[in-house]
Structure formats: structure tokens, C-alpha cells
């Protein structure tokens, strides 16, 4: 109980010190509180009698800085119209005498003008507009005329040599030939393509280094509101370099009444230098035109469609009108070659064509080489068509009086063989309408032509009086074509069967040749009743006589004859010879072996046996040479 007692005393006093303590505290606190309020209305008294100065510090410094802010906006207007002086002098002096600085002139008034249109504050500044902008449209007449002026300069024709030298080697002409002389070599500088790197190197129409200062006064008119003019000069200038470069190349208008009046010959090599053109015109003249114009006119994407539009179209016009009037005249067998070389020649720049007149503004141009590609495609096929019925239907009355080839069969042999230089042209120009087989299209096409020219040579055939020169010739032809067939493509198109069919066609008409041809004379080397060599009872000697003397007849007079026809096929030739040879020869030995004997022992037996076996196979060795006797032919 003493002890609890002991503990809340304990406690007592310590409550009794910590109240004391914060007694303590909270006058501290008032006297500090007192203190610092104290301090709190001396500073306010202070800062009171401050505010006035501090004030006219503020308004110093703000004043200051509205100072360097005017003089420096003063500066920059005194700079616009030193700059602007300046800009002045240099247009005075005129574009010739620094044409870079006169254009920086000239931009320099425009920034100027920029400067001052947004200082709507400045009484002067309407005036220094007006000034500027007066200055910059006499500079802009100015340049118009520079602007003509370095056009007309720069843009002279370019010298045919000078086009040449851009191809690439294998399609340049010889020194002093004609431009399609550099396609002599191959059969066509599209196939050349395919074989090397070919490279088109693009003429300098204009220098490189005038194009950027070009630029600079187009852009400078263009801004001033002169679109139209810069269209103008530049339409004026470039159109006119570009067709007197094309006439100076060799290009005419020519239309389908002027082609329908030349001669096959001149006709033939004006297409084939329009081919030549034509790849000039489309992969190095317009290309480079399209360059320039692109250069001149950058930023201004319609302006300078339209500009090149309008530069090129004459040209074009001219360059398809003459393919328009091949297509569009009269149709011959001759002239299927180069509606196929002018089909190739448009369809191998028909990428390039779309490129490079894309734009809306050349939609016609574009349109019209599609047009004039379709239409050659199509009168080529036709051509061909005619070419079947032409040789079906040939009533040409040459006379092939030793019974050689026809010129229509090496006519239309050669023709075949030409159009599988145009193989895959073909398969092309077929599927262009059918959407077929194209190889199967040309086997039937090439069939039928083969058909046809057999059945003309039959027709012919029968002009001869001589049944047997009927079969050499119909042999000959044949041979000829199925020689010509195993040596070309066409033997893949017809094929095996096609080539061993007439291989014996012509083996029915050499043996008919012989039957016709030999077999009276080879009567004369039987007599009936007479089969066994030994049995020579009941043949007169006078029988004998008129057999041999029928025989030499016969044999001179178709020597006579023969030795004139012709076989113009060394190999053929002398297996024609050798089947002869073994049907005459031992027929001949043995009728001498047999009855010889009887004409020998009598009066003048030479005058009967005239020619020994020797004889005869010599002689049979000038038959078919196609030689010219002084007699009159039989």
C-alpha cells in the first residue's frame, strides 16, 4: 500500500513539472509572436516606402527594352530598304549582264514585298510595295524576253550524226548508208537486244547547266501570273527544234494517197527507215524532251504535262500518220514483212510510249499508238490470208520448159522461210485476236499454204505436152519443198508425218517419170516369144534389126530431149540417173548378148549396134543438166 502510495506521488510531480514547462513555452511563443509582428510592420512600412522606386525602375527597364526593340525593328526596315535599293541596281542593269544575279534580284523584291505586306502599321509601306511590285513586273518582262531568247539559242536541231552516236553500236549506220544500214548484220535490232547491254545514250537538247536558270525564270514568271506565256515560248521553241530534228533524220508527212503512188522499192525503204525513226524519235527525242521538260517545270506538275504535250504532238501526228497509211493501203503478198517489222517495232516501244507520255494531256497520243499497233496487227493478218488465196489462185504463165522449180515455189518457199524469222511475232500478232493456240493457229496457216502451192503446181503441170517432164517437174517442186521444209522451222510446225508423206510423194512421181519415160524403149529390148536367152528361134535378123534401130531412135531422141530437162538437185539428180541405169543397162546387155551375134556376122553391124552399154551409161550421165543444143527442142 506504502508502495502505490510512493508511485502516484511520483507521478504528481511530474505532472506538475510539465505544466510548468509549457507555461514556459507559451510566454516564449508570445514574445516571439510580439517580436515578429514588430518585423512584419517595419517591413511593410518599408516596403511601402519602396513601391515608388521600384515602380520608375520598372518603367525604366520596360522603356529600355521598347527602345531596343524599335531600333531593331527600325533596323530591319532600314536593311529592307537597302536590300531593296540594291535589288533595284541590279534589275537596271538588266538580266544579260548576270542573269543568276537578276534573279536573285527579282526574289529578293518578292521577299521584300512579303516583308512589308505584313507591316500594315507603316505609312510607308503601301509605297514601298507598289514600288517593289512595279520593279518586279518590268523584271518580268524582261525575263520573258531572256526567256525567248536563250530558248531560241539553245533549241537548233540536232544533226542526224549526232542521234546516230546515241545508239548503241549494233543499230548505228554505216558511214554514209542509210539508217537502217546498222540492222544489216541481224535480222532485227529487237532480236540484238536480247543479245548484248544496249544502251541508249540521250542527246543534250539543251546544256545541263542553262536548265537550272531555266527553271528559275519559268518559276519567276509563273509567279507573276505569266503561265501562259511561259507556255507559249516554251511550246513555240521546243516544238519547233524537235520537228526540224526529225526533218533533218529523213521523217515526211506522208499519207495513204502519196504511198498508194510509189514504186514497191521506195516504199520498201521508207518503212524500213520509219522503223529506224520511229525508235529514235520515241527512246532518244522524246525521252530527252521529256527530261528538259521535267527539269524546266519542276513544282509545276499539270504546266509541265501540258508543255510536253504540246511540244511533241505535231511530231507524233507526223511519225504515225505514215504507219496509219501502210496499214490502211492496198494489200500485197510483199508487203506482210514489214507490216510485221513495223508491228514489232511498235510493240517494242509501247512500254516506253505509255511512260513517257503518261499524262492526262496525252491521252490521244497514247491512243493512237495502241490504234496504229492494232490496226498493223490486223492488216497483217489479212495479209497473210490474201498470201494463201494469191498462191492457190497464181495463173502467172512462166514456162519452165526443163521442167526446174517454178519461180512460184522458191517464191513461196522463201516467203514461208522468212515468216519464221517472225515466229514468235506471229504467235503474237495471233493471239492479238484469238485467244487460242497461236502455234497451232500458224501449223494450220502453214499447211494450208503448202496446200495450196501443190495444188497450183498440179494445175501447172499440166501445161506440159510431155507426160514425163509432167512427173519431173512435180517431182522437182516437191523435192524441193520438202528439202527446203527439213532445213527450215517450218519441219517442227508441220512436223515428222508431213515430211515422210511427201518424201514418198516425190518417189511416186520419179518412178512414174520412169514409166512413162522408159518403158517403150525397154519394149524394144523384148521380143515376144524370146524369154530365155538362148531361145532365139523364130526371130528374124530383120526383126533384130528394126528392134536395134528402133532402139537408137528412141534413145537419141530422148537423149536429145532429156539431156535438156532439168533436175537441178545434184543428189536427186543422180539417183534419177542410177534408177534409169538399172532398168536400161542390163536390159541392154542382155538383148545384145542375146541377138548381137546375129547382126554382127552380117553387112555394116555398127549401123545397128551403135552405142555399147559403156555407151549408153555415159550418156545417160548428161541427162537432166538442162543443156542447150543447137537443135530445135522436140
Not at 514574445?31 to 518603367?59: V, W, Y
Not at 504511198?259 to 522499192?265: A, L, N, T, Y
Not at 514483212?337 to 503518261?358: A, C, K, N, P, S
Request: proline share 3%; with cysteine; aromatic share 8%.
Amino acid at each position: 500500500m506504502a508502495a502505490y502510495a510512493g508511485t502516484i506521488q511520483t507521478l504528481t510531480d511530474r505532472a506538475a513539472l510539465m505544466k510548468e514547462s509549457m507555461q514556459k513555452t507559451q510566454s516564449i511563443t508570445d514574445n516571439m509572436a510580439a517580436i515578429l509582428g514588430s518585423f512584419d510592420h517595419r517591413l511593410s512600412a518599408l516596403e511601402t516606402a519602396m513601391r515608388p522606386t521600384q515602380l520608375k525602375t520598372h518603367s525604366i527597364r520596360r522603356a529600355h527594352e521598347n527602345i531596343d526593340k524599335t531600333l531593331k525593328s527600325a533596323e530591319g526596315i532600314l536593311s529592307q530598304f537597302d536590300l531593296s535599293r540594291k535589288a533595284e541596281a541590279k534589275l537596271l542593269r538588266g538580266p544579260h549582264e548576270d542573269l543568276e544575279s537578276y534573279l536573285e534580284a527579282v526574289d529578293q523584291l518578292r521577299s521584300i514585298v512579303r516583308f512589308f505586306s505584313g507591316k500594315k502599321g507603316i505609312k510607308s509601306s503601301i509605297g514601298v510595295v507598289n514600288h517593289a511590285n512595279n520593279l518586279i513586273g518590268k523584271a518580268v518582262i524582261k525575263l520573258e524576253e531572256e526567256l525567248r531568247q536563250l530558248l531560241a539559242l539553245y533549241s537548233k536541231p540536232v544533226e542526224p550524226d549526232r542521234l546516230f552516236d546515241c545508239l548503241p553500236n549494233s543499230m548505228r549506220p554505216s558511214t554514209g548508208g542509210s539508217p537502217r544500214d546498222g540492222e544489216s548484220n541481224g535480222k532485227k535490232a529487237s532480236e540484238q537486244q536480247n543479245k548484248e547491254t544496249v544502251v541508249y545514250q540521250l542527246p543534250t537538247l539543251i546544256p545541263a547547266k542553262l536548265l537550272p536558270l531555266l527553271h528559275e525564270i519559268a518559276e519567276q514568271m509563273i509567279q507573276a501570273g505569266h503561265q501562259q506565256t511561259v507556255m507559249n515560248i516554251y511550246r513555240e521553241a521546243r516544238s519547233s527544234a524537235l520537228e526540224q530534228t526529225l526533218r533533218k533524220l529523213g521523217v515526211e508527212r506522208l499519207g495513204k494517197e502519196d504511198v498508194q503512188k510509189m514504186q514497191w522499192e521506195v516504199l520498201e525503204a521508207k518503212i524500213g527507215n520509219w522503223i529506224h525513226y520511229m525508235r529514235i524519235a520515241v527512246k532518244l527525242l522524246f525521252a530527252g524532251e521529256k527530261k528538259v521538260c521535267d527539269a524546266i517545270f519542276v513544282g509545276h506538275d499539270t504546266l509541265r504535262d501540258q508543255c510536253f504535250a504540246d511540244v511533241t504532238a505535231n511530231s507524233v501526228s507526223v511519225l504515225l500518220s505514215f504507219g496509219e497509211a501502210i496499214a490502211k493501203s492496198k494489200r500485197s503478198p510483199e508487203k506482210l514483212f514489214v507490216l510485221l517489222d513495223m508491228y514489232e517495232i511498235m510493240r517494242e516501244l509501247q512500254t516506253e510510249i505509255d511512260i513517257i507520255f503518261g499524262s492526262k494531256f496525252c491521252v490521244e497520243m497514247r491512243e493512237s499508238s495502241v490504234n496504229l499497233t492494232k490496226r498493223l496487227a490486223q492488216t497483217a493478218q489479212e495479209t497473210f490470208g490474201d498470201f494463201e488465196e494469191a498462191v492457190e489462185k497464181d495463173a502467172t504463165k512462166t514456162a519452165v520448159l526443163d521442167g526446174t522449180v517454178h519461180p512460184l515455189t522458191s517464191y513461196v518457199i522463201n516467203y514461208v522461210k522468212f515468216l519464221f524469222d517472225y515466229h514468235s511475232t506471229l504467235q503474237q500478232l495471233f493471239r492479238e485476236f484469238d485467244d487460242g493456240d497461236a502455234e497451232k493457229h500458224l501449223a494450220s496457216i502453214t499447211t494450208r499454204i503448202m496446200q495450196a502451192l501443190q495444188s497450183n503446181l498440179d494445175g501447172k503441170s499440166k501445161q506440159y505436152k510431155d507426160p514425163a517432164l509432167t512427173q519431173l517437174f512435180l517431182m522437182n517442186n516437191v523435192h524441193y519443198i520438202v528439202r527446203s521444209v527439213r532445213r527450215s522451222e517450218a519441219k517442227d510446225l508441220l512436223g515428222d508425218d508431213w515430211v515422210q508423206i511427201h518424201r514418198r510423194v516425190v518417189q511416186q512421181h520419179a518412178n512414174q517419170y520412169k514409166r512413162i519415160a522408159w518403158s517403150k524403149i525397154l519394149q524394144c529390148l523384148s521380143i515376144q516369144g524370146a524369154s530365155q536367152p538362148s531361145d532365139v528361134a523364130g526371130v528374124s535378123r530383120q526383126m533384130v534389126k528394126d528392134r536395134f534401130k528402133n532402139f537408137n531412135l528412141l534413145f537419141e531422141e530422148i537423149h536429145q530431149r532429156q539431156s535438156q530437162w532439168t533436175v537441178p538437185d545434184s543428189e536427186l539428180r543422180e539417183s534419177l540417173r542410177l534408177a534409169v541405169a538399172e532398168v536400161l543397162l542390163p536390159a541392154y546387155r542382155s538383148f545384145i548378148r542375146r541377138f548381137g551375134p546375129m547382126i554382127e556376122g552380117g553387112k555394116n553391124p555398127q549401123k545397128y549396134i551403135r552405142y555399147t552399154p559403156e555407151d549408153l551409161e555415159r550418156m545417160l550421165a548428161e541427162f537432166f543438166e538442162g543443156k542447150t543444143w543447137n537443135e530445135p527442142r522436140r
